[in-house]
């Protein structure tokens, strides 16, 4: 049974308090075993990669049978369910359009005194994605990465995802090319992280690595961070429902379980200004479960760590969101819009009684990778700013390094630095 | 002595990979010493943060005593040379002119079949800012922290800085008043990043924290990342300087040496398409080392980590360029804006030869965080995107929804999703 917390109760602020700071993950401390993996992938290639791929994914691979070949991609796409295929090509072209208006503008122009400036955004030149094996092998996420990374202009992205008992899920091949990518590798796990930073004879280097991944691929990646770019490090996926008296009770509970479905660690939480509204949410809840394919998962989420919280008016909402700061924010009540501008910390927020978050999760056009675990106080979901970086460009004539250059000499000598100092004196024959 | 490479001769890709690829950073093993500072002030609050403090620094500091004043800042500010004070403050005006370019903004539209979509950037609530103690206590970087930090919104900036012995740059408070910055503390550290973290006492907690520094510093942002957001992680600074046999080797050789005088760990590299300037350059950098007041600091890096690199022409400079991704580029040559476009991996380029990378570390307005270690393949320099975040809008009403149902459903089912699936159907009554 999830918690209830009720405001303007007794001790309500040290329960809120409490509830902020669960940790909803356990780390597995897996980073002295993913190191030799790394040092051995890095220093023996394709051999350790094929060695680690076969043992932990039981295949029987060569190094020459680790790239997904032309001909197996192609079967996928032939093979696959035309309404599935459909279904994710309108996703593809939703994404790339959004994404599209994320594109940073140059900027270049001359100052008052004649200096010139500017900021100028290239693409990184190599992605690497990383996408789970099994159940979590998920053709959305691999739309929502490389898309992104095309949209950028990203020359070069290679998919790695393991094939556990030869397994591997068609779809995620046909999502990869209907992203147009082509260079696909049959490994997962800290060995896959390896031979993208490290590069192996089969497999070239890549500048960054992205995607989402188990404590291994995680522990990987922030190994290799400084050799290679890396993404943020997913957490556990969680939706704040914010929900007057006015919903269905049984939309609402199927939100908190679309949430709750995804992991054990998986966080639902709704606030209400209708305890009564609350307690017939927690009802279809229970009744909904039953009837999940993947109904153990969702009871122990909601269980351990769904929550119920019952504020005096949904204008007390607002704070508590803010502190909340939740991957996904349902606002499912008739002024949605007039919240908006109030809520400051959130991933994604979904308006009105008509957006499911799922619709985020596949075809909206926005990103459904976004910041978990209270971290939208301080980043933002993937985007086209991901997969590109920023250079700055100054450029100054003599008399507007004579303008300048005493200030700079000034704060040079201030700071003791001798050979900054002489640097731009000795342009000026000081 | 530098080392020499000369393109087109045997050998040359192996010692300039071997070259690329030299850490000149040791990293120490401090994770364990700060994992035990970060708990105990995590636990005890200011009584560790003040225990910390007056053991590692010398200082003998009540809880009460960890504050800078107000009368202390007036007092750093009316004791300073006025000079320096109007040399800071030039900065200050152009750094903030130059960020106020780079505010994001919002975008809201809705697309051809109604959906509202939107990016909404908010500023981070509060930031913690780390300045080191002792001789790299520089004004210039607090200004180049604080202020896109404060052009960008964020409501609470907090300073910490150690002052060792009892010592603080008087500098250092004037540039942060400069900035409207007045919470600062006198710590620094380990203990000081736990206390921004966390929260004492004394100190409330940040949202994140940016700032350079040591070993322990530097580690104790990594471990508290997560609770708060980090910026990059800084390694020791490059120049690459690109210059052919027109310049005056005087000019170049101080370039070098403003870099070399950084750190030992510093360096300063050269490419020219003349040898015998190249030569040149060394006699200057040698004659010049003499005469600095960190004469030690920049023999040794230039002695260890300096190199020289001969090509036939400036056109193979521009592939050596992009794979060295320097932190700063200088391009010395007539036709420098000509190679801007083909530099692709840069931190800031500084064009023409009377753009000496110095006037960025200062008064040129751009930022002087800028990634090191090849970092620039995909990362950017601070700017006021490191003080922001981005929220995602959908919205959807009863027609969007039939009109992206059937697909959504369609991708939750393929995944296994159920509750996803639900979440969906169950809005329009199927």
Do not use: C
């Not at 082509?182 to 890549?206: D, F, M, N």
Request: hydrophobic share 45%; aromatic share 6%; proline share 5%.
């Amino acid at each position: 049974m999830a918690i209830t917390l009720v405001a303007n109760t007794p001790h309500f602020e040290e329960s809120f308090a409490a509830f902020l700071s669960t940790k909803r993950e356990v780390s597995e401390d897996v980073d002295q075993t993913v190191r030799a993996i790394l040092a051995r992938v890095r220093s023996e290639g394709d051999r350790a990669v094929v060695e680690y791929t076969n043992r932990f994914d039981r295949n029987d691979f060569t190094a020459a049978g680790l790239a997904v070949t032309p001909d197996q991609i192609a079967e996928a796409v032939a093979g696959a369910d035309q309404k599935t295929v459909e279904a994710l090509t309108l996703a593809r072209d939703r994404i790339a359009a959004h994404h599209a208006r994320q594109m940073p503008a140059d900027d270049r122009y001359v100052d008052p005194i004649g200096v010139e400036l500017g900021s100028r955004w290239t693409a990184i030149e190599s992605v690497g994605l990383y996408v789970p094996g099994g159940t979590a092998s998920y053709p959305s996420s691999v739309l929502m990465n490389a898309v992104p990374a095309k949209v950028a202009g990203v020359e070069r992205i290679v998919i790695v995802v393991p094939a556990p008992d030869g397994v591997l899920n068609p779809l995620v091949l046909v999502a990869a090319h209907l992203a147009g990518v082509s260079e696909i590798y049959r490994i997962g796990g800290a060995q896959a992280v390896a031979a993208l930073a490290y590069g192996t004879e089969t497999i070239r280097p890549v500048v960054k690595i992205v995607g989402p991944g188990n404590a291994y691929v995680a522990a990987a990646k922030r190994q290799v961070f400084g050799t290679v770019g890396i993404d943020m490090i997913a957490g556990p996926s969680e939706v704040l429902v914010i929900a007057d008296g006015e919903n269905d009770p049984d939309w609402i509970a199927a939100d908190l379980l679309a949430q709750a479905e995804h992991d054990t660690a998986a966080q639902s939480i709704m606030i209400t200004d209708d305890a009564a509204f609350g307690r017939s949410v927690e009802e279809a809840v229970t009744r909904q479960i039953a009837t999940l394919p993947r109904a153990e998962t969702a009871a122990a989420s909601w269980r351990d760590y769904g929550a119920v919280i019952v504020v005096p008016d949904l204008e007390a909402a607002i704070p508590l969101a803010n502190r909340i700061a939740a991957e996904h924010l349902e606002l499912a009540f008739a002024e949605a819009e007039a919240f908006v501008p109030r809520i400051r910390n959130a991933g994604a927020i979904f308006i009105g009684r008509h957006t499911p978050e799922v619709i985020g999760d596949y075809v909206g056009g926005s990103n459904h990778v976004l910041p978990t675990a209270r971290s939208a106080r301080f980043s933002s979901g993937l985007s086209v700013l991901d997969f590109v970086k920023r250079t700055s460009l100054l450029k100054l004539g003599p008399e507007q390094l004579r303008t300048l250059a005493p200030a700079a000499i000034r704060l040079a000598e201030a700071e003791g630095l001798g050979a900054h100092a002489r640097s731009v004196a000795i342009r000026l024959n000081l």
